[in-house]
């Protein structure tokens, strides 16, 4: 059990403030209002924030929508808790061609979010406002955090800071 509570620790550690980099990944959840339709949408988020300097990120998702695949890409900038997000999009809907489109979100967020998404595909307008929860995911922080441990308690096994 105490060494679950010190991986939890590393993990909040690795997603601190002072860090350079982080990477954050986690579950969407949008309501597409637009041609002539309301549709819930489910996806998959991961993105990566510089935090030196000028505050930058970009990400990529997955997303499906009632018989409709999404592939988007966007260039993300904030400050701390709000931002704005500029991207392409790829949808595929069953019986119909790829089709490439644009998207743009502001949001409000710490690990859980709300944004408020505008989507434009093929001539068709979408509005899409929604929610979604993401984790960071600093691995190299998290294995110094895990050498350190281990330099400092010599007599340790490297796998038992994992076992049960």
């Known amino acids: 059990m105490i060494k679950w509570i010190i991986i939890s620790m590393l993990v909040l550690v690795s997603a601190s403030t002072s860090a350079q980099e982080i990477w954050m990944a ?14 819930p949408s489910y996806g998959f988020e991961a993105s990566y924030w510089n935090v030196k300097g000028f505050i930058y990120s970009v990400d990529a998702g997955i997303e499906y929508s009632c018989h409709r695949f999404r592939i988007y890409s966007e260039t993300q900038t904030g400050i701390v808790i709000t931002g704005v997000s500029f991207g392409p999009v790829l949808e595929k809907g069953r019986g119909e061609p790829i089709k ?41 922080e998290i294995s110094d955090e895990i050498d350190k441990y281990n330099k400092d308690h010599p007599h340790s096994h490297h796998g038992d800071l994992f076992d049960d």
Do not use: M
């Open 100 to 140: 490439l489109g644009l998207q743009g979100s502001v949001w409000i967020n710490y690990f859980f979010g709300l944004d408020y998404r505008v989507r434009y595909i093929n001539g068709a307008y979408y509005q899409c406002p929604g929610t979604y929860f993401k984790l960071p995911l600093n691995y190299n």
């Open 26 to 39: 986690g579950p969407t959840f949008h309501l597409e209002f637009g041609n002539k339709h309301i549709r």
